[in-house]
Nanobody, 122 residues
């Protein structure tokens, strides 16, 4: 398994932006699809975005399309989630995830980070 450490969460006003980062251990980072999930207060964890190992394919949940962008830097073993036009309903703990499959990662990734809190005030 790959070890994942998120950073970049915080408190932001509605309409603002944040960029989350996830640093991964290991020498085979580019072989992993990477993703982001979130869990809001009293809600189940949900898929947010995913990116293939090469970065050539991305997937998003409908509610974040056009506002969030997932990207990766394989030289730095890091995946990012740029979040713009944030809304109070984006408030959640955001988790980084990794899996060998871009399909599997959207539902049951093999590795998880510890999470980082994002709070959007109205």
């Amino acid at each position: 398994q790959v070890q994942l450490v998120e950073s970049g969460g915080g408190l932001v006003q509605a309409g603002g932006s944040l960029r989350l980062s996830c640093a991964a251990s290991g020498r085979t980072f580019s072989s992993y699809a990477m993703g982001w999930f979130r869990q809001g207060p009293g809600k189940e964890r949900e898929f947010v975005a995913a990116i293939s190992g090469s970065g050539g394919s991305t997937l998003y949940r409908n509610s974040v399309k056009g506002r969030f962008t997932i990207s990766r830097d394989n030289a730095k073993n890091t995946v990012y989630l740029q979040m713009n036009s944030l809304k109070p309903e984006d408030t959640a703990v955001y988790y980084c995830a990794a899996d060998n499959s871009l399909v599997v990662i959207t539902s049951s990734p093999g590795s998880w980070g510890q999470g980082t809190q994002v709070t959007v005030s109205s």
